[in-house]
């Protein structure tokens, strides 16, 4: 039933442009009269929450290697469902010719559309902190956000638009 080896990374792709997509979050400490003390950029790592938990109740005087400074974001896959409202005829290709001397096309069968659910993290200190954060993440999903990725290297004119949706937020 199943052919050949192939692996095209889509899955880890996908994982990647959702991280890099809070790279770039800073928290500013502020005075009394709204001068800013310090601006900090929030660090980013994928992993599941309980992890980073963990490693916050462990006292710095034990291992202090291992403790991590706050705020902080994590970000980790929740389930992998199939998206049936997308789903395309079956045998489908896709195909792209080759550069050379012989004509030929490289092809793949087209993807089965899935949802990739993520969780995000925020961990704080104090609630500004996390509030900060928030406010800069929230104004960019209307209730989605949507990036162009090449999913497949070996095809340099396919890209695919992939709306990432906020379905809630919880504290």
Do not use: C, W
């Not at 990374?9 to 003390?37: E, Q, Y």
């Not at 290697?65 to 705020?71: E, Q």
């Amino acid at each position: 039933m199943f052919s050949s080896h192939f692996y095209h990374a889509t899955v880890r792709k996908s994982v990647a442009v959702f991280g890099t997509l809070f790279n770039n979050i800073t928290v500013a400490r502020k005075k009394g009269d709204g001068s800013i003390v310090n601006q900090v950029k929030v660090p980013l790592a994928y992993g599941p929450k309980q992890k980073f938990l963990s490693r916050l109740n462990i006292e710095t005087g034990q291992d202090a290697s291992v403790a991590i400074k706050l705020p902080r974001i994590s970000f980790e896959i929740t389930g992998i469902d199939i998206d049936t409202t997308k789903k395309l005829q079956k045998r489908v290709q896709l195909n792209e010719p080759t550069t050379g001397v012989s004509i030929s096309r490289k092809t793949i069968n087209q993807f089965v559309p899935y949802n990739i659910a993520m969780q995000l993290n925020i961990m704080a200190k104090n609630q500004d902190d996390g509030l900060q954060i928030l406010e800069q993440i929230l104004p960019y999903f209307q209730p989605e956000f949507t990036v162009s990725i090449k999913p497949i290297d070996d095809f340099t004119s396919f890209k695919q638009d992939v709306p990432i949706v906020l379905n809630s937020v919880s504290f």
